[in-house]
Structure formats: C-alpha cells, structure tokens
C-alpha cells in the first residue's frame, strides 16, 4: 500500500500549474482516492440510473421478501401500520388530508431503488442485495398500480418509469 | 432617582430602554415588587457556605437542581432514533444553544463513530478525486460562526387546525445556535478541482440511513462548513460527530451530519429526503422542491406555556429572532394581539444567519393579553402572520412554518397558545 506521503508526494508531481490557485490556499492534504474504493463508495442513484447496478426484480420475488421483511412495519400492501404507508392516497394531494405515497407523491421511481438499498429494512440496512432491491422496488410501484406484477425491473427499465406525480414538482432554487 | 414608566403600547409595554437608562422605575402606589427581607443572623448561614464544596472535577455537569431542563423525545413508532427531540427553549437565555440541550433530528439513530475510521471523500465532477481522513481534516484552515440552525419541520404543530398544547420548546424547539468551528468548504472542493458542468453536490452521512441530500455547489463554494467543532467542544454524536457539513440559513436537514462523502454531480440526485420529505405541497397539488432557506421568524420564549407568572407587576418579555436571509433588523412585541406594537430590545451581538435575543420590560396589571412577536430582517423580510401563510401556502404545507406565536396570559397568569 503506499503511504500518504508517497502518494503525496507523487500527486504534486504530476500535476500541472492549472491548479496552483488551489494549491496557494489549501494544504492540499487529500490523497487521491482510488477507482476501487470510489466505486463502493458511489452507491447513490440519479435520476438517469447510470449507477444502477447489474441484476433485476419483479414484482412476485418483491412481495415474498415485504412480507417477510417489511410487512411489520409498512402494513399488508404498502397500507401503513407503525411507519409510512408506501401505496395509495392518489387523488389527496388537493385535499386537505394529503396522503403521501410512493404512489401518489414521488417523482422518480430512481428514488425508491436508492432509499431501500441505503435504509431499510430498518433495523438491518444495507443488508438487501441488488436483486432483492430491485424486487421490492417492483413490488412498490405495482401495489400503486404503476407496473404490471410480471414487468422486469432493472437497470434499463426502472429510470424509464414515469411517476405519476412528477409534473407537479417546481424546483424553487434559486428563489425559494 | 425616580422616573415615570413610559407605556409603548397597549396592556403595559414599556419603553425598551426603561431599565437601561438607570434608575428605578414607579409603578402607582406599588413598586416593582421589592419585599422587605428580614437581614440574616450569623447563625443561620446556609450549609454549603459552612464546609467545603465538592472537589475539582475533569467534567462539569449543571447544578442538581436544574436537572429537570430536557429535551422532549418524540421517537417514530417502533424505532428509538428516528424522529426528533426538542431543545427546551423557554426555560434558555442568551442565544447559544447547550451542546447537551441541541435538539435532535435524526432518521435512522446516532451512529457511534471512530474518528480514526472515518473518512471524508471528494469525488463526482471533480479534476481529482480526494479522501480524507480526520487527521488531515483537522489541519485545514478553519473559521468559527455563530449561526442558527434550525429543522424545517420546526414549529409544525402550529400548522394544525387546533392550536397545539405544550411548552414553547415543544412546538418551536428545533431551533438552536451554536458557534460552529470548521473548514470552509470551498477550500476542499477547489483543491479537488470542480469540473465545467459542477452544479450540486450531493452529501452523505455514515449514519444508518446513509441519509443524503443535494446541495446547490454555488451555496457549497458560498458559506458552508465542514464543521468539527460545535461551541468549543468536539461537535456532539447527536449533531454529527466527527464531521458534519454545515449550511447557515438552510433548513436542518441539509447540513448532514456524519459526513462521509461529497459527490460533485450536475443535477441534484432527487433523493429520499428532498422529494418525499422536505417538499412543500401547496394546495394546488404542485409541490416546491430545494425550498432551502428557513425566512425571518422569532417567538417569545417567556412568558409561555407551562411557565405560570406569579405575582402581578414587572416582567421581562423574552424570546429570540433569526433570519436565513442576513441579521435581524427589529422585532416588534404586542400585548393586545397585535393591534398596538412596540419595538424591543435587540441584545448584542447582532449576528447574521444567527439567534437575536430580544427583550421588552412588561407591567403586567392583571387584564387577559395576547403577547406577540414579529420579526424584521435587514431586508426588510417581515415575519408573517399564521393566517398568512396558510392563505399563501395552504393547510398541507408542513415544513417552514415560520409564522407568528401568539400566547394568551389570563389574568391568573396562566400562559396558553391561542391562534389569532
């Protein structure tokens, strides 16, 4: 392995005067990060789903493994029991009992794969593989009636599923 | 020598400077409620000034008798860490929150991180990818601020039809101001080198929601801090510890704590926390995203509820003032509801971005008031009435409620929110 200084000492080396501004005002400290290590660590899914990893789910492996390992806390179905129902509410947000839903309320189905693969199972996060994520994944947009119960999810086809709610989004930066 | 109360405004507001320009003051026939004590024999000295006190101690902890001051936890259903425990303003003076009182938001626990494990890494649109670890970090140039910061879910219970029971600290308590020490970012980001298209950059904890969130790059290069240190101390487990980025003025959520990377990308990520959550649905069913910015607020912090006035006479009106857009201008208080107002005053010093105490003498005479505070930054921004904002940003909004506190103090001194 090398050594922080070596490595150090072999990045001022190699780079150029176009970042001596930086250099002036930093102690430049940081060693740079390798690919491997970079890779494990960029995990988090954008809305194109270029990060998402191979493997793919359905809808049917999705419900055995919410029933066994979500069920408690979510409901039957997404319904809601201790913690946040996952289905329905479509049709609250003009109401005043807004119900809040992958369903009703999320506008990306990219979101739903980078939350559950993070922090859930609650008590044991990061403890799903890719291919149960993309499972449950399916599993959550089929009991809000966005895909059929047999539709492949993965790396190609989750990024094109359109969200119901997503027009209703307005990013308000910069003007709050 | 004597003078006579000046009254500012209706149900016995006082000129703000009546006690600093010296002198006492004459309420009628009374005083400002001096009893005549009777001087104490040199027998009846109180115990702990007849042997010595306890010895010198490597930690300090409050007096026994102040014990009782907590925060109020409010954990999600079937968790113990996740959701929020509140900073018990109305029982706070000054504007630095206690490290032990900071309130809590949290979404998955406190992790309990080894510094010497932990690793800070730079990597996206970046010329090149760095890591850090928290030695290196620690001999970064730093600078310290005093900000506020503050949960967008703060003051929520205020949003619901009937006025909420509870204490001041129970409704308004994910408001707290530390002095924050740290590195500013854009030294970090600059010696990574950002790349032409960088526009957010998304930032992970290493808690066990891996919570993230997107941060505009142009607030990143502004005034964000990657703070290490939080009033003095090592920031606390709860706020982040050993790193948490720091963004003054922005609601809570998106100053990550237990920071563990930073990702350069071109658009925000879209994460769970700033779609799901943190979004501002407005009753038209459109809903606001990256609504950053917490706007001009303050609240009187005493009286208020669970803290019953004793006699009738002088009291001190105190409550505390911020604003995400600069320092807070002025803060007007009224006793009648708002129909008359009088300005109080602002204690130094006047930080941007930070907590404001303000304070206004008060001679309570006994007849039922509604005490009120509304605030105005040096943008002139003034803090909005409750039926205001509701009328601009519905009854579903629930985040960012930065509107108007009215208490009602009956004429028993009995302290209740009331929705005027």
Same mark, same amino acid.
């Given at each position: 392995?090398?050594?922080?200084?070596?490595?150090?000492?072999?990045?001022?080396?190699?780079?150029?005067?176009?970042?001596?501004?930086?250099?002036?005002?930093?102690?430049?400290?940081?060693?740079?990060?390798?690919?491997?290590?970079?890779?494990?660590?960029?995990?988090?899914? @954008?809305?194109? #789903? +270029?990060? &998402?990893?191979?493997?793919?789910?359905?809808?049917?492996? =999705?419900?055995?493994?919410? /029933?066994?390992?979500?069920?408690?806390?979510? @409901?039957?179905? #997404? +319904?809601? &029991?201790?913690?946040?129902?996952?289905?329905?509410?479509? =049709?609250?947000?003009?109401? /005043?009992?807004?119900?809040?839903?992958?369903?009703?309320?999320?506008?990306?189905?990219?979101?739903?794969?980078?939350?559950?693969?993070?922090?859930?199972?609650?008590?044991?996060?990061?403890?799903?593989?890719?291919?149960?994520?993309?499972?449950?994944?399916?599993?959550?947009?089929?009991?809000?009636?966005?895909?059929?119960?047999?539709?492949?999810?993965?790396?190609?086809?989750?990024?094109?599923?359109?969200?119901?709610?997503?027009?209703?989004?307005?990013?308000?930066?910069?003007?709050? | 020598?004597?003078?006579?109360?000046?009254?500012?405004?209706?149900?016995?507001?006082?000129?703000?400077?009546?006690?600093?320009?010296?002198?006492?003051?004459?309420?009628?026939?009374?005083?400002?409620?001096?009893?005549?004590?009777?001087?104490?024999?040199?027998?009846?000295?109180?115990?702990?000034?007849?042997?010595?006190?306890?010895?010198?101690?490597?930690?300090?902890?409050?007096?026994?008798?102040?014990?009782?001051?907590?925060?109020?936890?409010?954990?999600?259903?079937?968790?113990?860490?996740?959701?929020?425990?509140?900073?018990?303003?109305?029982?706070?003076?000054?504007?630095?929150?206690?490290?032990?009182?900071?309130?809590?938001?949290?979404?998955?626990?406190?992790?309990?991180?080894?510094?010497?494990?932990?690793?800070?890494?730079?990597?996206?649109?970046?010329?090149?990818?760095?890591?850090?670890?928290?030695?290196?970090?620690?001999?970064?140039?730093?600078?310290?601020?005093?900000?506020?910061?503050?949960?967008?879910?703060?003051?929520?219970?205020?949003?619901?039809?009937?006025?909420?029971?509870?204490?001041?600290?129970?409704?308004?308590?994910?408001?707290?101001?530390?002095?924050?020490?740290?590195?500013?970012?854009?030294?970090?980001?600059?010696?990574?080198?950002?790349?032409?298209?960088?526009?957010?950059?998304?930032?992970?904890?290493?808690?066990?929601?891996?919570?993230?969130?997107?941060?505009?790059?142009?607030?990143?290069?502004?005034?964000?801090?990657?703070?290490?240190?939080?009033?003095?101390?090592?920031?606390?487990?709860?706020?982040?510890?050993?790193?948490?980025?720091?963004?003054?003025?922005?609601?809570?959520?998106?100053?990550?704590?237990?920071?563990?990377?930073?990702?350069?990308?071109?658009?925000?990520?879209?994460?769970?926390?700033?779609?799901?959550?943190?979004?501002?649905?407005?009753?038209?069913?459109?809903?606001?995203?990256?609504?950053?910015?917490?706007?001009?607020?303050?609240?009187?912090?005493?009286?208020?509820?669970?803290?019953?006035?004793?006699?009738?006479?002088?009291?001190?009106?105190?409550?505390?003032?911020?604003?995400?857009?600069?320092?807070?201008?002025?803060?007007?208080?009224?006793?009648?509801?708002?129909?008359?107002?009088?300005?109080?005053?602002?204690?130094?010093?006047?930080?941007?971005?930070?907590?404001?105490?303000?304070?206004?003498?008060?001679?309570?005479?006994?007849?039922?008031?509604?005490?009120?505070?509304?605030?105005?930054?040096?943008?002139?921004?003034?803090?909005?009435?409750?039926?205001?904002?509701?009328?601009?940003?519905?009854?579903?909004?629930?985040?960012?409620?930065?509107?108007?506190?009215?208490?009602?103090?009956?004429?028993?001194?009995?302290?209740?929110?009331?929705?005027?």
């Amino acid at each position: 392995m090398f050594t922080s200084k070596k490595l150090l000492l072999l990045f001022s080396l190699t780079f150029s005067c176009s970042i001596i501004t930086a250099l002036a005002q930093s102690p430049n400290l940081g060693i740079v990060a390798n690919e491997e290590l970079i890779k494990n660590w960029n995990t988090s899914i @954008g809305t194109e #789903g +270029e990060e &998402l990893p191979p493997g793919f789910g359905n809808a049917t492996n =999705g419900r055995s493994i919410y /029933n066994l390992q979500c069920i408690a806390c979510h @409901g039957q179905g #997404g +319904e809601g &029991l201790l913690n946040d129902k996952l289905a329905g509410g479509h =049709g609250s947000l003009t109401t /005043n009992q807004a119900v809040k839903t992958i369903g009703s309320y999320w506008p990306y189905a990219t979101t739903i794969f980078d939350y559950i693969r993070r922090a859930m199972p609650y008590l044991s996060p990061k403890s799903l593989s890719d291919e149960e994520v993309y499972s449950l994944t399916a599993y959550m947009l089929y009991i809000n009636n966005i895909i059929s119960e047999d539709m492949i999810i993965d790396a190609n086809t989750l990024p094109k599923i359109e969200m119901p709610n997503k027009g209703n989004f307005i990013i308000s930066y910069p003007n709050n | 020598m004597k003078k006579n109360i000046e009254f500012v405004a209706a149900n016995g507001l006082l000129d703000r400077r009546s006690f600093l320009k010296g002198g006492a003051i004459t309420f009628g026939s009374g005083s400002l409620g001096l009893l005549t004590a009777s001087p104490s024999s040199a027998t009846d000295w109180p115990n702990w000034m007849t042997k010595p006190g306890t010895g010198l101690s490597e930690y300090s902890h409050r007096s026994s008798y102040e014990s009782h001051i907590l925060r109020k936890t409010a954990p999600l259903l079937g968790t113990d860490g996740s959701g929020s425990s509140r900073t018990p303003i109305q029982y706070l003076q000054g504007t630095i929150t206690p490290n032990n009182l900071h309130f809590e938001r949290h979404h998955s626990g406190i992790p309990e991180i080894d510094p010497e494990q932990h690793k800070l890494l730079i990597h996206g649109l970046v010329k090149k990818p760095l890591i850090f670890d928290m030695e290196q970090l620690h001999r970064y140039p730093m600078i310290s601020k005093i900000q506020f910061l503050e949960c967008s879910g703060n003051s929520r219970p205020n949003l619901s039809k009937i006025p909420p029971k509870g204490s001041c600290g129970d409704i308004h308590g994910m408001i707290a101001c530390s002095e924050w020490t740290g590195i500013p970012l854009n030294i970090l980001l600059d010696e990574a080198g950002l790349e032409k298209d960088a526009k957010w950059v998304l930032a992970e904890g290493a808690d066990a929601a891996s919570l993230t969130r997107s941060v505009p790059l142009e607030k990143a290069m502004d005034d964000a801090i990657l703070a290490l240190y939080q009033n003095g101390e090592k920031i606390y487990p709860a706020n982040g510890y050993p790193i948490r980025l720091f963004l003054p003025g922005y609601e809570g959520n998106i100053s990550v704590k237990w920071l563990r990377q930073l990702k350069v990308t071109q658009k925000p990520m879209m994460t769970r926390e700033e779609t799901s959550k943190y979004t501002d649905l407005m009753p038209n069913g459109k809903s606001l995203m990256f609504t950053f910015k917490m706007g001009i607020k303050s609240v009187i912090t005493s009286p208020s509820p669970s803290l019953k006035l004793g006699p009738l006479g002088y009291y001190e009106i105190s409550g505390i003032a911020w604003s995400s857009n600069g320092k807070v201008k002025s803060v007007e208080v009224s006793a009648d509801g708002g129909s008359s107002w009088a300005e109080a005053e602002l204690s130094e010093p006047i930080l941007s971005k930070s907590l404001t105490r303000f304070r206004i003498p008060w001679k309570r005479d006994g007849s039922p008031s509604i005490i009120m505070s509304r605030a105005i930054d040096e943008n002139g921004e003034v803090q909005p009435s409750r039926n205001q904002l509701i009328s601009e940003k519905g009854s579903q909004v629930s985040y960012h409620n930065n509107s108007i506190q009215a208490w009602y103090i009956s004429s028993d001194g009995e302290v209740e929110n009331v929705y005027v």
